[in-house]
Nanobody
Framework: QVQLVESGGGLVQAGGSLRLSCAAS????????MGWFRQAPGKEREFVGGITWTGIPNYADSVKGRFSISRDNAKNTVYLQMNSLKPEDTAVYYCAASGSYGGAYAYWGQGSQVTVSS
């Protein structure tokens, strides 16, 4: 069982930065592929990016070059650094854990609101 708790959301002006953290419980955190998703009002949830247990990230085209994902397995934490934020990045952001790259996400965080003002 893995529990995920996100933090770091908030309100920021366009062009600003925020960093989200996702703290995980459980001793097997380092074996999970970790993903970040977001859901804006009235829209479907979309994949933002993810990172393998060895630290290799991948990103959606919409955030490539602006967002970066990292993880600290010793701290059971994954991070989403968001730079050059745009109003269209406004959404609830979720972290999630999957037992394998490309597999189903079995565990989800509660979500963290990010609001970017123009």
């Amino acid at each position: 069982q893995v529990q995920l708790v996100e933090s770091g959301g908030g309100l920021v002006q366009a062009g600003g930065s925020l960093r989200l953290s996702c703290a995980a419980s459980g001793r097997t955190f380092s074996t999970y592929y970790m993903g970040w998703f977001r859901q804006a009002p009235g829209k479907e949830r979309e994949f933002v990016g993810g990172i393998t247990w060895t630290g290799i990230p991948n990103y959606a085209d919409s955030v490539k070059g602006r967002f970066s994902i990292s993880r600290d397995n010793a701290k059971n934490t994954v991070y989403l650094q968001m730079n050059s934020l745009k109003p269209e990045d406004t959404a609830v952001y979720y972290c999630a854990a999957s037992g394998s790259y490309g597999g189903a996400y079995a565990y989800w965080g509660q979500g963290s609101q990010v609001t970017v003002s123009s």
